[in-house]
């Protein structure tokens, strides 16, 4: 059993389009990441939610907009896309917020 | 600002030759450092979380230590099924976020 699943794995789209990336846990944790890896394998976090409410809201542009309709889900949904927002996303759980986290497989976008 | 190094940047080790992976930070407080393993298209894998200085953990061969500045990730024996990118990261007190490093690359060639 997958504990954090995202889909889709990969996503290529042309810029100026609007897509929306889903992630689901399993592990019945009650907060979730999406975080950021960029070409350079960089790891960042974009947001966090806990129990369906933004707690980390870092410095993201407003196209990329985070919706969690329940604490096991945590969608992410980016308008406009450009060029520079080809990376690979990955989702995160864990428990309290102080536990380690656990990470999907990543969904690597490519704007062309 | 939390901040995280790790060197070097690319390991080629031998099978069964023993190194070291390092992981400087600086940070507002440590709640925690953790160490991930990334093998290619797939997320990070939790391996360890130390908490103070002079904490050791273990688990095959890999040892992680960790001190008031920086944590080593020791490889004893290696393996190639080993070879991953190794991410280092920080949790400041009062912080739900991870800051990490931009990884080790490990490669244990048979």
């Known amino acids: 059993d997958t504990a954090v699943s995202q889909t889709p794995k990969y996503l290529v789209t042309q810029m100026g389009n609007d897509k929306s990336i889903k992630c689901e846990q399993n592990?019945?944790?009650?907060?979730m990441y999406w975080y950021k890896q960029d070409s350079k394998k960089f790891l960042k976090i974009m947001f966090s939610?806990?129990?369906?409410?933004?707690?980390i809201n870092e410095t993201v542009p407003n196209r990329f907009s985070p919706k969690s309709p329940d604490k096991a889900h945590l969608n992410l949904h980016i308008n406009s896309l450009e060029l520079g927002d080809s990376a690979v996303y990955f989702c995160?759980?864990?428990?309290?917020?102080?536990?380690?986290?656990?990470f999907g497989n990543g969904t690597r976008l490519t704007v062309t | 600002e939390d901040q995280v190094t790790q060197s070097p940047e690319a390991l080629r080790l031998q099978e069964g030759e023993s190194s070291s992976l390092n992981c400087s930070y600086t940070?507002?407080?440590?709640?925690?450092l953790f160490w991930y393993r990334q093998d290619p298209g797939k997320g990070p894998e939790f391996l360890f979380t130390?908490?103070?200085a002079g904490e050791e953990k273990e688990k095959e061969r890999l040892k992680a230590t960790l001190t008031k500045k920086e944590s080593f990730l020791h490889i004893t024996a290696p393996k190639p099924e080993d070879s991953a990118t190794y991410l280092c990261?920080?949790?400041?007190?009062?912080?739900?976020?991870?800051?990490f490093g931009k990884g080790t690359k490990l490669t244990v060639n048979p």
């Open positions: 939610y806990n129990n369906k409410e933004l707690i």
């Open positions: 940070v507002s407080g440590l709640r925690g």
């Open positions: 995160a759980s864990s428990q309290d917020g102080e536990r380690p986290l656990h």
């Open positions: 130390l908490y103070s």
């Open positions: 990261a920080v949790q400041a007190n009062g912080s739900e976020k991870l800051v």
């Open positions: 592990l019945g944790h009650d907060t």
